[in-house]
């Protein structure tokens, strides 16, 4: 059971398609740690999870600010600003956030043939299940940016192949007698990358190729092949891609039904909406509800 009410501002959320997640996890430089869901939490308030029989993924939680707390066989754990934790898989469990200082989380869920191995290598002692502190540091959090923003452009296989190897750097920063930290420049952003911020603020909306080019300051056709080059989709199928993901995060944190979830992503017919989500997850959006709730 987790409760979140209406999801929390500012959150960024990441679940991988079961279609893209069966044909990633068999590839030789992901298949030994590799992430199923990703997210960011903004003072979670009410967030509260419990899972009677565990979670198939170990779970990573990076507290930024405030407090929360889990509890693992009956023995509960406070956690305080730059702590983490990792629950194994399988392991039943429940978290939250503090309710009067409500923790800012980052979370990852994770499996893979080496996932043990890297937590083996985080904690001397495995059932040992207190959290750590850490010393605040911005390039963790550099890197875990690094790692989502790939995920999302996960139309480009190659993106979840560099995305998963960053998360293996991610969870080593974590070791803090190796961290040693080696500050990014950020680069100045480049047309396609304008044309999906701007993608993103505009889920809502019908938009054509051509109002994407003027974005991207190209043709039509120009930009279509640059698009094309650069994420291996087309502009328009990407922005379905990411309205099915918006669509992913209300079904997860919302009480909206379908069809009004269709509505809030630009879809004026419940049903089109439904076989496009359908295509894209490998399931309708009410078995992903369901799914999520189990």
Known sequence: MATREEGFLGQRTYIMPHELLSRVIKHPLVETLYITDIGYYLKANNHACERKNGCGQHILIYCLEGEGWYMIDNQKYLVNQDHFFIIPANLPHSYGANINNPWTIYWVHFVGTLSAHYINFLFENTKNYSPVALLPNNQRLVIFDDIISHIEMSFND??????????????TTFKASVFNPNPQHTTETDPISKVIAYMKKHLTETLTLEQLADVAGMSASHFSAVFRQKVQSSPINFFTFLKVQ???????????????????I??????????????????????FRKKIKE
Not at 277 to 284: H, K, P, Q
């Open 158 to 171: 190659d993106n979840i192949v560099y995305a998963n190897a960053q998360f293996s750097h991610f969870l």
């Open 246 to 264: 918006q669509a992913c995060s209300l079904l997860e944190h919302s009480k909206l039904r379908v069809k009004e979830i269709a509505y809030t």
């Open 266 to 287: 630009g879809y004026n017919d419940p049903y089109h909406f439904s076989r496009i989500f359908t295509t894209v997850m490998g399931i309708s959006p009410r078995e």
